[in-house]
């Protein structure tokens, strides 16, 4: 079935360890994107990508870093994890920048 | 102000019955507008889009859209125990097409048998 398959479903993880989130799609969709989604605050931008070897700031990019080396795969790393950055995290792509965003199913990240 | 409103709820309702879920949102630049739903541990499925006012009808679906109160809703006829999830609205953040979205953070409804 196509879609955006992410992994991992869930983690927990210890503060200062370095962790990536994977995304890959098989839509062949040109623009990728990561949320992150907390309760009351709803959905937020991290990072997004138009098209491969591109990427863009979101609204909360701090902490967080992506690349974008194809177009299917679209990980996203935290550096130094930190409690905050508590939350399940969504990737959603595109087909362009101008069409509706379709999601995965998410990895909920615990930081401790 | 939050650039796009929508009240948290839950709200109940039981089955059969007729759904209006709203939001409001305060750029008046916005074009094109969305509805999601998000079902418990799933990501957000995309349900309707609409450009500019008016409504759009799908199936039990119908959005609509009024500009001049900046204010878009997703209605749901004969209601379903599987329509029961969180609906999200979403908006285009500064005119920018569909690339950067502004959500909405959610209703729940829980329809009851």
């Known amino acids: 079935i196509a879609g955006i398959t992410q992994a991992p479903t869930s983690q927990i993880l210890a503060a200062g360890r370095r962790m990536t989130l994977r995304c890959t799609q098989d839509m062949r969709h040109n623009a990728m994107y990561w949320y992150r989604q907390d309760l009351g605050l709803g959905l937020r931008l991290i990072h997004y990508s138009n098209t491969a070897g591109t990427t863009g700031k979101g609204e909360v990019p701090d902490g967080y870093s992506v690349s974008r080396a194809n177009t299917d795969d679209f990980p996203l790393t935290l550096a130094s994890a930190v409690p905050s950055q508590t939350s399940v995290y969504f990737c959603a792509s595109s087909q362009g920048r101008d069409q509706p965003q379709h999601f995965g199913d998410g990895t909920r990240l615990s930081i401790l | 102000q939050k650039e796009v409103e929508q009240d948290p709820g839950p709200l109940s309702v039981p089955e059969g019955a007729i759904v209006s879920l709203n939001c409001t949102y305060s750029?008046?630049?916005?074009?094109?507008f969305m509805w999601y739903r998000q079902y418990s541990r799933k990501g957000p499925e995309l349900l309707m889009y609409?450009?500019?006012?008016g409504n759009k009808e799908d199936g039990r679906f119908t959005a609509q859209v009024d500009k001049s109160s900046k204010y878009i809703s997703l209605f749901i006829r004969d209601s379903q125990p599987s329509d029961s999830a969180t609906y999200l609205c979403a908006i285009p953040a500064r005119n920018t097409g569909f690339q950067k979205l502004v959500f909405g953070t959610g209703t729940r409804l829980l329809v009851s048998p």
């Open positions: 750029n008046s630049a916005f074009q094109y």
């Open positions: 609409t450009y500019s006012s």
